[in-house]
């Protein structure tokens, strides 16, 4: 991902913190709300989407990109994106592109978890970017990643 390492660490310490303008959301309604804009290749939402799979979002987690250190910017950000990253957590059963799998990498029992950055910008997710998660890309457009060795 853009910001494997670096995003990582600077994601935490922003969660750890609370950060100016950060906001953690996790009542189920909220969640669904909030990923209701989300379009997935089946048009379904998000949510229903994921739970087929066996997976559901545990919280989400938005800080603004203007309130983000300059090193975990990218060209293209804008002031007022939202650095969004979702929870994935779950059991996944049998997912395309052997998405289960790679999201139970390092758990036991069949259970995975998955942090899942997204930029949120003007009421709409963007799903254009070349390192998008491949969950988030599989359910926007219901094609593998070739982004990630799966």
């Known amino acids: 991902m853009r910001r494997t390492a670096l995003g990582i660490a600077a994601a935490t310490l922003i969660m750890s913190t609370g950060g100016a303008g950060a906001q953690q959301i996790k009542e189920p309604a909220a969640i669904a709300k909030f990923v209701g804009p989300f ?47 979702l929870s994935l957590t779950g059991k996944p059963k049998k997912m395309p592109c052997n998405l289960d799998r790679w999201m139970r990498q390092g758990y036991a029992g069949g259970h995975a978890e998955d942090m899942a950055e997204i930029m949120y910008r003007n009421g709409r997710f963007l799903i254009n970017a070349s390192d998008l998660n491949p969950v988030l890309y599989w359910a926007a457009t219901g094609k593998c990643s070739t982004q990630y060795a799966l």
Do not use: C, F, S
């Open 39 to 85: 379009k997935t290749y089946t048009g379904q939402p998000l949510i229903e989407l994921l739970a087929q799979y066996g997976m559901r979002i545990e919280w989400i987690h938005t800080t603004p990109i203007d309130k983000m250190i300059a090193a975990v910017r990218r060209p293209g950000d804008q002031n007022g994106d939202l650095v969004t990253i």
